[in-house]
């Protein structure tokens, strides 16, 4: 209450329709004691928060380019009163003039709950419970601030009306403009001749002006007519009417356009209808335009059951204007639990050509699929105790290179059952697994494939010291047909095998000078499994994987269950970790290996070789986190007898809030020498830009090369980028010049290509 030498004189009003007492408002001044206060139903004043902000997606702010300075009204945010039904009136000067009608002159503030009115004078009728200002006046609550020329109040119909009026809304730091601004109990709001931004008040970088707008609360949704949308002072968009929505509820509408070019498509646009049609359901339809293509529409259908969930899409254009024939793509997720222990999960991928990504993907690991996958898979999970699972299998082939002897095996169908006791005398444990699988390819040996593992595993455990041992049986049998593709290939092979392995470790701690706990952990594995000659058995999910730490410890050099190597080695490793005393974050990790194998093994694949007896390579990992921006990591496959490392692979990141550097090299013996640079950096002021340049040493050839610049401001932002790529298997490459105008608070127009998007895969 501000000190004043004249005081604000205190009335009681006349009897409303000359009945009951009369009614009592308070009017604080500095002269007499405030009598009881006035209570009337609270005025609902509308969040106007959200009122302009489409559902296109808006871009993240970072730190650096924090939201614009808005305007201050000189007004700051009210205290909640005890009683949010309570107005509080306050003033130098109060006159009471006939049928309750009071002029209110000088510092005049009204408050009701969260709200606060301020004017320099404004008259409150008693008998109709309204207020009314004929002069500049600022209204402001948690959501809103308005500075209006003329208002007008009902506090009992709780309707409202300003006039000549600038609001700002400090939650996502818009402001505007209104000729007439209406308020009313149901939560609208009708606005004529208004404008709206996020932008400084002295800065015009975007601004969306409309003949009126109307926004419900109710529904969550806001209607413009005679929209236009300038930028830089130019219009560059205008609709005759269009809907958004105002809160994050999910609506039907249009979603804001991406824009490209490349050499494969020539002009590309699209242009999202999203569709809200229930609250567990929704679709989006997408027509794409493409000058050198033709028209494409796509279809994203998403679900959530109550016990499940899946999303679809389909991908169609009815002729393309290069090949003259039809072109689509079909996908379908689908996970559901079918009862407490039962779960199913279904996926469906299929195109109607080879080169459907090579043409249509846009990116480098699309054109690089050489197989579509169409599974469903159903699985009973008994809690500790047992696991079975079906699997119905099939593939689509995309790599034109590629002939039908070298695409995967269809599994109609794989069983799977896995089992495990828990411990019992002696800590040990019983277990099973088996598989069937019948095997299907074309002018291909085809079959199925019955494999049995029981086993018994035993394990003890210290505070520094580990010990496991495990013995198990394999039995495989295959029943095959059309052996006819493979000569000499018996239709009824089968293997029978044991197996044994232990494994011992050690614990060590020690706390460094730093306060820093650091491990040692040597551990030492044995594995035997005796020969049995394979060469009779098919190959149809067999093969060997690279030679990494992991394989130190492996039951079976090879994948899948066609070959069962014969081992008699052990495997000696060592790893040194050292962890945050604070967080207990690993900050270094290092690990070194070895095979030693006491007889070389005899088991082989088709065409393949097996390795020699004594030492294998040194197998070595290594993983520091320099500080919280800086992390390096390095893996290493040396071979003592050649004296060099026939795989390696090495990484650098530095990251930092603004800035990221990413350096990757990798390394395989006669495949593989690939470098790999990402650059994000500011440049000066509002310039940025990003980059990234893969390059295949071994070819002497670039695989991809990306770079991007982009200006920002405070409320918009205009990002442009260039890319070339390897589109198609045979080495073909593809570009484009992506350009895309982002519009905080508002949505973007555009599309970066995912350059210097967060979510793309150039920062994977």
Known sequence: MRSRKDRASLHEGPPRDGHGPPSKTILRGQREPALHPLTRPALHWLALAAGLSLSAPAWALEEG????????????????????????????????????????????????????????????????????VNAESVFRNREMSVRSQEAEFDLDSQTGVFHDSEFTMPSNSARGTAGRLSLNREGQAEMEKVSFTTCAPDSHGWELHAGDIRMDKATGF?????????????????????????????????????????????????????????????????????TDRGTQIATDFRYLLGRGEGKARYEYLSEDKKTGEMRDYAHLEHRSLLNARTSLAMLYDGTSDKTYFEDFGGR????????????????????????????????????SSLVAVDDPYRRLPQVLVDAETRKSLFDTRAGFVGEYVNFVREDSVQGQRIDLRPYLRTEREGAAWFARGQLGYDYT??????????????TDPSRSLPTFSAEYGLRFERITGSNQLQLLEPRVFYLYTPYENQDDQPVFDGGEPDFEFTQLFSQNRFLGRDRVSDANHVAIATTLRQLDPDSGVTRFSASIGQLFRFQAPRVTLPDGTAPDSGATDFIASLDYRISEKLRTVMAAQWSPSENEFNRTSFGFSYRSDRRRLDLGYRYRENQLEQTDVILSTPLWQRWSAAGRWRYSLEDEQTLDTQAGLQYETCCWALRTSYRRYIATTSGDFSSGIYVQLALKGLGQIGSGSGLLQSDSDFYE
């Open 65 to 132: 380019n924090a939201s614009c300075p808005q305007l201050d009204f000189g007004v700051a945010a009210p205290e909640p009163t005890l009683d949010p039904e309570q107005v509080i009136l306050n003033a130098d000067h109060a006159a009471l003039e006939q049928d309750g009608l009071s002029k209110l002159i000088g510092s005049v503030r009204l408050r009701q709950g969260d709200k606060l009115f301020s004017a320099e004078q404004m008259d409150y009728d008693d008998r109709e419970n309204t207020v009314r």
């Open 222 to 290: 806001g209607t413009a007519r005679n929209a236009r949308l300038d930028f830089l002072g130019l219009p560059i968009l205008y609709a005759p009417w269009f809907r958004f929505p105002i809160d994050d509820r999910r609506h039907t509408g249009l979603l804001y356009p991406t824009v490209g070019d490349s050499d494969r498509t020539g002009f590309d646009m699209q242009v999202p209808l999203y569709l809200n049609l229930a609250p567990n359901y929704d679709a989006t339809l997408t027509p794409r335009l493409m």
């Open 364 to 399: 480098l690991d699309l054109s690089a699929i050489t197989h579509l996958e169409r599974s469903a898979r159903l699985t009973y999970q008994a809690p500790a105790a047992y696991r079975v699972q079906a699997l119905v299998q099939d593939f689509q082939p995309l790599a």
């Open 477 to 490: 049998t295959y029943k095959l047909t059309d052996t006819d593709f493979s000569p000499g290939q018996s």
